[in-house]
């Protein structure tokens, strides 16, 4: 699962799944308990990141920012119910004519900077402005940042007024992680935390959490330690550590939750965890939030030339049959889940309702064929189709040791050589295919994983504009990069869903990608755990890991 800047609108997501029977009693079953302090839960970690510089394109896997949330905080908290709270912050205020936001720094709020503590002000706020906008760092996104024009501080520095060049309407997905600036100032920062969450000028452990770092072990365990100093005295940990055990293959990490070698485990849907339903002692929450798992298609200029052609491309979504693949895929752990057919809304948001632009992608393999007959492709003795003598063979590149995406590959190279297009597996480690060799160069054909973001969509702006921070497929539509940043400036929610919606009816047109399913989340963990609750969310399972603890 690959992490991103990208936001979803506001709105209920979290819904009830199949497999969350336990669910419920497990969040209710330390009612009247004491509560126990001390401890170190083990949680089974499925990626090991790249480093901890979460807003450097390197470091953008979704599991650094689970072990990061509860180390490094920002303005807000993003909750399962898709509100922001306030963090290291009061309140914020905005204005217009012009654009401006005021934050009200807690006045405890603070970092623990190693042997020394420093407030959090808006220095901290303009060193983060300044650093993300440094041509010399290599940022995963800008985005909101280049539309600032000042910050100035006021009350001693605790009230910070940000003024922008005009209206930003993703204004509460930033500052969302703050830099110290005292502890960073003077740094390279590209070369900062990729091994450590540590002040770099004295080597100790840096966070304005409940949580700091301690060590890590590469390619075994990463492992945090509560910070009996947390300015939020009311909000202290209860656990002593948190160990994240990296466990990078799927049934790895379900044998060890069942033999209680881990305490938890937060894996991507599995066929493999319908065995965990009914296991004494293991509980299971599960919730549809904002993760979509998709087929990229790469149109630059490392991808295969033939996917430049739109019918090709149509070729290729004709020749999926979607709705088996998900049937197939989710049949004992979410039946009914549908194929996905919005990729800026979500299938239970209300901007969904009416605006399923992809639903004309249905399974049918002789049209697909006919287009590919009708550009002058024939078919090989192999039954492959070569075009103009170029054959339709393409590398489709995946993360191994996920077994449900194993499969989705065996289904679809079946599915699409029945059409006659050969799909070659380019399966590798996490770290290597969302690196800067695969993902982030465009280096792939087909590319199969998953979006994941937060209660806005303004992060699909960075994705499908033309030349946009995180657009690796090389897609580029004039008209669709005129609505996406038009959307940015755009405050009216109906006015910019609709900008929003007029993007996504043209792009299921181009077919940069093709959406398989809304990804549900499951959150699996023992009965001697309490107080955790899932967050389908980038902010992750571990929004609240302080009130976490062990009842025995």
């Given amino acids: 699962m690959h992490r991103r800047r990208f936001w979803l609108l506001a709105a209920a997501l979290i819904g009830v799944l199949?497999?969350?029977t336990a669910a419920s009693a497990g969040l209710k079953s330390h009612h009247g308990l004491k509560v126990r302090n001390g401890g170190t839960l083990i949680f089974g970690a499925e990626q090991e990141p790249d480093g901890l510089n979460l807003n450097l394109a390197c470091c953008t896997l979704s599991w650094g920012q689970y072990i990061e949330t509860p180390i490094m905080r920002g303005s807000w908290l993003i909750k399962p119910d898709y509100t922001y709270a306030p963090d290291v912050i009061t309140h914020a205020r905005t204005q217009l004519n012009p654009f401006r936001v005021t934050y009200y720094i807690n006045p405890k709020a603070k970092w623990n900077a190693g042997n020394y503590n420093l407030p959090i002000t808006v220095n901290d706020y303009t060193?983060?402005?300044?650093?993300?906008?440094?041509p010399k760092n290599d940022m995963a996104s800008r985005a909101g940042y280049d539309q600032i024009k000042s910050i100035k501080g006021s009350n001693k520095g605790r009230t910070v007024l940000v003024t922008f060049t005009k209206p930003y309407a993703d204004w509460k997905d930033m500052f969302n992680a703050l830099f110290p600036q005292k502890a960073l100032q003077g740094e390279d920062f590209n070369k900062v935390w990729l091994n450590d969450l540590n002040n770099p000028?004295?080597?100790?452990?840096?966070?304005?959490?409940?949580?700091?770092?301690?060590?890590?072990?590469?390619?075994?365990?990463?492992?945090?330690?509560?910070?009996?100093?947390?300015w939020n005295k009311a909000h202290r940990a209860h656990l002593n550590a948190i160990v994240f055990r990296f466990l990078t293959n799927t049934n790895t990490e379900i044998e060890q939750m069942k033999g209680k070698e881990v305490n938890a485990i937060y894996p991507q849907p599995q066929l493999q965890l319908s065995s965990l339903r009914g296991q004494a002692g293991i509980l299971i929450q599960s919730s549809r939030g904002p993760t979509w798992e998709h087929v990229d298609i790469q149109q630059g200029p490392k991808g295969d030339p033939a996917l430049k052609n739109i019918w090709v491309r149509q070729a290729l979504a004709y020749g999926i049959n979607r709705q088996a693949l998900v049937t197939q895929l989710f049949k004992t752990i979410t039946p009914g889940l549908q194929p996905l057919n919005n990729i800026i809304y979500m299938s239970n948001q209300p901007q969904y309702k009416g605006n399923?632009?992809?639903?004309?992608?249905?399974?049918?393999?002789t049209k697909a064929q006919q287009l590919l007959t009708s550009h002058g492709c024939t078919k090989g003795s192999d039954g492959i189709f070569s075009c103009g003598g170029h054959r339709l063979s393409f590398k489709f590149t995946f993360t191994a040791g996920n077994q449900l995406r194993q499969l989705a590959f065996e289904v679809m190279q079946a599915q699409l050589k029945d059409v006659g297009i050969e799909l070659v597996s380019a399966a590798?480690?996490?770290?290597?295919?969302?690196?800067?060799?695969v993902l982030e160069a465009g280096n792939y054909d087909l590319f199969m994983f998953a979006w994941q973001g937060s209660p806005d969509?303004?992060?699909?702006?960075?994705?499908?504009?033309?030349?946009?921070?995180?657009?690796?497929?090389?897609?580029?539509n004039q008209k669709v990069s005129q609505l996406l940043e038009q959307s940015d400036t755009t405050i009216k929610p109906k006015v910019r869903a609709s900008l929003f919606n007029q993007a996504d009816a043209l792009m299921a047109n181009d077919l940069p990608t093709i959406p398989l399913y809304q990804k549900p989340t499951f959150l699996v963990y023992s009965s001697n755990v309490k107080g955790m609750q899932d967050n389908s969310t980038l902010q992750g399972p571990t929004w609240n890991a302080e009130t976490w603890w062990l009842s025995s």
């Fill in 201 to 230: 000028k004295n080597g100790k452990p840096i966070s304005d959490g409940p949580f700091q770092f301690q060590s890590w072990n590469k390619g075994s365990s990463l492992t945090i330690v509560k910070d009996p100093t947390y």
């Fill in 18 to 20: 199949s497999l969350t």
């Fill in 127 to 134: 060193f983060t402005w300044h650093t993300i906008m440094d």
């Fill in 356 to 365: 399923a632009h992809w639903s004309k992608w249905t399974y049918n393999p």
């Fill in 428 to 437: 590798g480690p996490a770290s290597v295919v969302f690196g800067s060799s």
């Fill in 457 to 476: 969509p303004g992060g699909n702006v960075e994705i499908w504009k033309c030349g946009g921070g995180q657009n690796f497929t090389g897609y580029c």
